[in-house]
């Protein structure tokens, strides 16, 4: 019986370069993410009752209009466009 590390090896032999680029990203971004652990470990408990958030409201987020900083705002934005997914309601 194989490991699943040797049939990954095997895979490899025959996977084309392009293919070996996308799966060693995607590998190191699997190494990196938090582990359910790391994110259960941060949650806060909130008691019964108690408003998660409170005095925010939409006209509090008008302070940081006008605040962008640096250079590349256009590229963010159509990455955001490239990339959101249609809104199902």
Not at 4 to 18: D, H, N, R, V
Not at 33 to 47: C, E, G, H, L, Y
Not at 70 to 75: H, I, L, Q, V, Y
Request: net charge negative; glycine share 4%.
């Amino acid at each position: 019986m194989t490991t699943t590390k040797e049939q990954l090896l095997i895979a490899i032999e025959s996977t084309p370069e392009p293919i070996l680029a996308q799966i060693l990203d995607y590998l190191e971004y699997l190494k990196t993410k938090p582990t359910r652990f790391a994110i259960q470990s941060r949650t806060v408990s909130i008691p019964d009752g108690e408003p998660i958030l409170r005095g925010s409201k939409a006209k509090d987020l008008l302070k940081f209009a006008g605040t962008w900083q640096g250079e590349d705002f256009e590229e963010c934005l159509q990455l955001v466009y490239d990339t959101r997914s249609p809104a199902e309601f």
